[in-house]
């Protein structure tokens, strides 16, 4: 059986994590966390990292920073996961969908400024699959609108935009290391990236239960004491080191999964070509991360016909993202903006095949030889 996705394993994890168990800290924000923090800063150039639980965490740490109030707007496109509308729906906010663009899958940066009102607040893009939103498009609205911008670059890590890494464009930014994941914590995790200094103190703040606990760490205050709301939003030291094994060996994995993408891309042409499936498309000036290899069919039903037929060949490829705005809550708590031409189609027809760095090549050939046959067989049809 091939999987579509395995956690990524370098190697290091187990030392890194008996190390983590042998010292006097296993609690958040210690020797691995500060060391992850520093890789993270270093490969996107943001300025301040802050480890979380999760991305989802760091989407919820980044909609109470920007202080979020019932009533607010929130844009967005409705092809994303259901944490980049929750962290702000739990805090009030009424999400305002838009369209995406059907080549990326991104939100249209064309149709945002139609959906700007008076109570609109931030702009949150998603960076699909590691490629980039136009994010000068939509840093020039939000100047122009005084919006805040807030990345979902759950999915970004190692990718940039323009030679700008996603994650250190918008204000704030939410980076996971979910097990799905390029580079993982050890199945859960995420980050919060602060572009804008205004929101350091205060993220620390909020993240350490709404005490100012690491200003007294830093001996900057006497005591600890609780000055504002929070949550307890920090990572273990084991998740931490082993994602400290993911991100030193960042440019490997990276390059692994681009491999991978390029090898599929490379098997799959000619049948873009031919008409049959349509191919991801990675704009010039978007360097991208090989976060997933997505394949779209013409039709709903030509997709299932082709995951049926995996199956039977013993490998796992899905789908995902049944459109928010579609879904039981989005109607209680969203407004689709504009016309949805190609949100749902779009998903409809999109799936995404076996990538993970661990993938060994007799697997990725399996799965290139089938994909292929299957192909083939249709051509003729
Ligand atoms: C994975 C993902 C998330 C959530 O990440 P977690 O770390 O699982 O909370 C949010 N948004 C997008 C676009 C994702 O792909």
Redesign the pocket.
């Given at each position: 059986m091939i999987p579509f996705n395995k956690p990524p394993v370098t190697g290091n994890e187990i030392t890194y994590i008996e190390q983590a168990i042998a010292s006097p800290k296993l609690s958040g924000d210690g020797f691995y966390a500060k060391k992850c923090e520093n890789l993270l800063e270093g490969i996107t150039g943001s300025p301040k990292a802050l480890l979380t639980p999760?991305?989802?965490?760091a989407?919820e740490l980044a909609a109470l920073l920007i202080d979020i109030q019932p009533g607010d707007e929130v844009i967005m496109p409705s092809y994303?996961?259901v944490?980049?509308a929750n962290a702000f729906v739990l805090r009030g906010a009424r999400i305002v969908f838009v369209d995406v663009r059907p080549d990326t899958m991104n939100i249209d940066e064309e149709k945002i400024e139609a959906a700007i009102t008076k109570k609109t607040k931030v702009i949150v893009p998603?960076h699909?699959a590691g490629v980039a939103c136009e994010m000068d498009k939509i840093m020039a609205l939000a100047t122009k609108y005084n919006l805040y911008v807030i990345e979902?670059a759950?999915?970004g890590l190692m990718s940039n935009y323009k030679g700008k890494a996603l994650g250190a464009i918008g204000h704030l930014s939410?980076i996971?290391?979910?097990e799905?994941?390029n580079y993982t914590s050890g199945g859960?995790?995420?980050v919060l990236l602060i572009n804008d200094n205004q929101f350091v103190e205060r993220a620390e703040i909020l993240r350490e239960k709404g005490t100012n606990r690491s200003q007294f760490f830093k001996g900057m205050v006497d005591k600890y004491t609780w000055v504002d709301m929070g949550s307890s939003m920090l990572p273990s030291e084991i998740q931490s080191a082993y994602l400290y094994a993911q991100l030193e060996s960042a440019d490997k994995i990276n390059h692994t999964r681009l491999n991978i993408w390029q090898e599929y891309n490379r098997a799959l042409s000619e049948f873009e070509q031919a008409g049959l499936i349509t191919l991801p498309h990675v704009p010039d000036h978007c360097q991208h991360n090989a976060h997933m290899f997505y394949v779209k069919f013409n039709s709903e039903v030509d997709r299932a016909h082709f995951i049926d037929y995996m199956k039977q060949q013993d490998i796992l490829t899905v789908f995902h993202y049944l459109p928010l705005h579609s879904t039981a809550a989005g109607k209680r708590y969203s407004t689709f903006n504009g016309e949805d031409n190609h949100t749902t189609q779009e998903s409809e027809k999109l799936v995404r095949l076996p990538l993970y760095y661990n993938m060994t090549e007799s697997e990725l050939n399996t799965v290139v030889t089938h994909l292929r046959h299957y192909l083939s067989q249709q051509v003729g049809v």
């Amino acid at each position: 059986m091939i999987p579509f996705n395995k956690p990524p394993v370098t190697g290091n994890e187990i030392t890194y994590i008996e190390q983590a168990i042998a010292s006097p800290k296993l609690s958040g924000d210690g020797f691995y966390a500060k060391k992850c923090e520093n890789l993270l800063e270093g490969i996107t150039g943001s300025p301040k990292a802050l480890l979380t639980p999760s991305c989802t965490h760091a989407l919820e740490l980044a909609a109470l920073l920007i202080d979020i109030q019932p009533g607010d707007e929130v844009i967005m496109p409705s092809y994303t996961f259901v944490s980049t509308a929750n962290a702000f729906v739990l805090r009030g906010a009424r999400i305002v969908f838009v369209d995406v663009r059907p080549d990326t899958m991104n939100i249209d940066e064309e149709k945002i400024e139609a959906a700007i009102t008076k109570k609109t607040k931030v702009i949150v893009p998603v960076h699909y699959a590691g490629v980039a939103c136009e994010m000068d498009k939509i840093m020039a609205l939000a100047t122009k609108y005084n919006l805040y911008v807030i990345e979902d670059a759950a999915q970004g890590l190692m990718s940039n935009y323009k030679g700008k890494a996603l994650g250190a464009i918008g204000h704030l930014s939410a980076i996971s290391f979910h097990e799905t994941k390029n580079y993982t914590s050890g199945g859960e995790g995420g980050v919060l990236l602060i572009n804008d200094n205004q929101f350091v103190e205060r993220a620390e703040i909020l993240r350490e239960k709404g005490t100012n606990r690491s200003q007294f760490f830093k001996g900057m205050v006497d005591k600890y004491t609780w000055v504002d709301m929070g949550s307890s939003m920090l990572p273990s030291e084991i998740q931490s080191a082993y994602l400290y094994a993911q991100l030193e060996s960042a440019d490997k994995i990276n390059h692994t999964r681009l491999n991978i993408w390029q090898e599929y891309n490379r098997a799959l042409s000619e049948f873009e070509q031919a008409g049959l499936i349509t191919l991801p498309h990675v704009p010039d000036h978007c360097q991208h991360n090989a976060h997933m290899f997505y394949v779209k069919f013409n039709s709903e039903v030509d997709r299932a016909h082709f995951i049926d037929y995996m199956k039977q060949q013993d490998i796992l490829t899905v789908f995902h993202y049944l459109p928010l705005h579609s879904t039981a809550a989005g109607k209680r708590y969203s407004t689709f903006n504009g016309e949805d031409n190609h949100t749902t189609q779009e998903s409809e027809k999109l799936v995404r095949l076996p990538l993970y760095y661990n993938m060994t090549e007799s697997e990725l050939n399996t799965v290139v030889t089938h994909l292929r046959h299957y192909l083939s067989q249709q051509v003729g049809v």
